[in-house]
């Protein structure tokens, strides 16, 4: 059978399952979105996913049912797990700066992880203060898909440009 294999919120993952599956029936995956891939149906059809991991209960319930129409096997494990989060990195600051509103989203460089219209959400971000952004796993993909960010949005490709405890 191998070892688990578990891919995150991955696409190239999900491409990649036949080969995966030659080496280990033991394939995991955790869909970090809310909605689902269609590669994950497809694969769910196919009783190729072994269990399936969600961050969140609600999730869990939401599409758990839609991937058991797509195949009712009883040995497709579907789980909730609490992620770890080191909150000694991650002090509260309860003194922020008055001098702007400071918004921004953190993720790993894919395209996948920016909707086609965060440009337009960011947008109307209401604020009687100046606004500041930044955009962390930000690269050339993501640009192609929703454009240029303003002026007042800052980018990084990674956390060897800004950290999280510095994006934080």
């Given at each position: 059978e191998?070892?688990?294999i578990i891919g995150f919120c991955?696409?190239?993952y999900l491409e990649n399952?036949?080969?995966i599956r030659q080496h280990t029936k033991r394939t995991i995956f955790v869909n970090c979105m809310t909605w689902l891939f269609n590669k994950e149906k497809e694969l769910m059809k196919q009783g190729m996913i072994a269990m399936f991991l969600y961050q969140n209960e609600e999730v869990r319930q939401k599409n758990m049912p839609l991937l058991k129409r797509c195949n009712d096997d009883p040995a497709i494990?579907?789980?909730t797990f609490k992620p770890y989060f080191h909150n000694d990195s991650f002090p509260f600051i309860a003194e922020r700066s008055g001098e702007y509103f400071?918004?921004?989203r953190i993720?790993?460089?894919d395209a996948d992880k920016f909707a086609a219209n965060t440009l337009h959400i960011y947008e109307y971000f209401v604020s009687p203060l100046f606004k500041?952004?930044?955009f962390l796993g930000f690269d050339q993909r993501s640009r192609e898909k929703i454009g240029e960010p303003y002026g007042w949005i800052r980018t990084a490709r990674d956390q060897r440009e800004v950290s999280q405890q510095d994006f934080y």
């Open positions: 191998g070892d688990a991955n696409g190239e399952m036949p080969a494990s579907f789980l400071g918004c921004g993720s790993r460089q500041r952004g930044l």
